[in-house]
């Protein structure tokens, strides 16, 4: 139990996916203009993630450690996390619709987010067991998801700002970014 | 040299280990091909392309007449089958029935209709009680003690509110009086909902002759106020070969249905609130 927490807090806090680790900036900074959006996406995030981890590491373990084809990993987590998603949206088209609109267009944008093929491969590499997997997928989309709707509450701020013309748009952004990475370094050491 | 380190390489490849990798992804991705093409078979559902396609037929126009949000939520309707193909009171009827065609439904043919306001009393031929210096809005001027400022207390009041929720353009305030653009109407409705007069109907397109007037007042006193109201008189009731004038209230009224656009209660009426629009 106490391991569970750590790796929550680990994942979602201290090495934040987005702002420590650098990965899934796509939808960081692409789907981020509100916080609706940002929502919106973050739910399938999380959604996927979790699944995801699940189902990569069940393969992990079972097939790539048993034939000792480790360096596959990222080929096969590829082809099983794009499959998963889509029998997941047919899935939920089919009998939660609601849930399935609410998801939108997010949930086939994320079949290839690298921050969902990044938990995959990242749970591979610490050797985590299959719950310790999917806690981590989880705790790792919450930490997207604090990134995220912080980044979008700036963001709609930031556009009744008098931002210097140089820096206005995707720059400031960024400026935002980095600086909230800096923010998130103050997690460090916590775990 | 050259072929002796090229068979040295050829060789330093572990071949069982690229078979078995090549056959344990294959075999992966064989097997998640079969899952999701079973999984696409068994949950499978006909998408429905009706939606988009009664869209598309639809005006598009938004006016929110059919009691939907938009032409949007009214194609999703008609296409879950909550609302009637002829649901749209602004397309016609053509329209209506590629609607039924497509959803394989059978509408009756409506007749065309417009709408039109049953008031004639324009700037000089109607009197006012008081100069309003209010809203320019009939509902503000509905709430002034005598019901606006027309003498008339049953006559347009001028403020355009029908103009402001025609999607169409097909309302005007001319000398005083809305006056409806028949090219241009639709007989959507809104107007009838929003006149708070309730001056304005919708009528059979064809018809031709209007008593242009909802005064259920006293001949003397509708007299005194406008001098294009309906006085009740019944010369036109008397003159009508058909029966298809109603009397009620000191006030004439056609049944557009018995109607055969003669025109004897036009010739007649001493007043001349008995219109006549061609179309």
Known sequence: ?191 | MNNYLLSITFLAINWSNVIIATLVVAAIGLIIGIMLGIAALKLDFAVDTRELEVRELLPGVNCGACGYAGCDALAKAIAQEEAPSDACPVANSATHKLIADLMGQVVEEREPQLAYVNCAGTCEKAKDKYEYHGLLDCKAAMLVPGEGHKSCSFGCLGFGSCVNVCAFDAIHIIDGIALVDEEKCTACGMCVAECPKDLIELVPKRSEYFVTCISTAKGKDVRTVCSAGCIGCRLCVKACEYDAIDFNNNLAKIDYDKCVNCGECAKVCPVKVIKIVTA
């Not at chain 1, 590829?78 to 609410?102: G, N, R």
Request: with cysteine.
């Open chain 1, 1 to 191: 139990m106490k391991e569970l927490l750590i790796i929550t807090i680990g994942a979602a806090l201290v090495n934040n996916v987005v702002l420590n680790q650098f990965l899934g900036l796509c939808p960081f900074l692409g789907v981020s203009k509100k916080s609706e959006t940002a929502a919106g996406m973050s739910g399938a995030v999380i959604f996927v993630m979790t699944i995801a981890s699940a189902f990569t590491s069940i393969i992990y373990k079972y097939i790539l450690v048993k034939t000792s084809l480790e360096y596959m990993q990222t080929i096969v987590f590829i082809l099983v996390i794009a499959a998963l998603v889509q029998v997941v949206e047919l899935f939920l088209k089919k009998f939660s619709p609601s849930l399935y609109e609410s998801l939108g267009v997010y949930l086939p944008l994320i079949t290839t987010n690298c921050a969902v093929l990044g938990v995959a491969l990242i749970n591979a590499q610490k050797d985590y067991g299959i719950l310790t997997s999917i806690v981590s997928g989880l705790a790792t989309a919450i930490g997207f998801t604090l990134a995220i709707l912080i980044m979008a509450g700036i963001r709609e701020r930031i556009e009744f700002n008098d931002i210097p013309e140089s820096v206005q748009g995707s720059p400031i952004v960024l400026i935002t970014a980095g600086l909230m990475a800096i923010a998130f370094a103050g997690f460090a050491g916590l775990v």
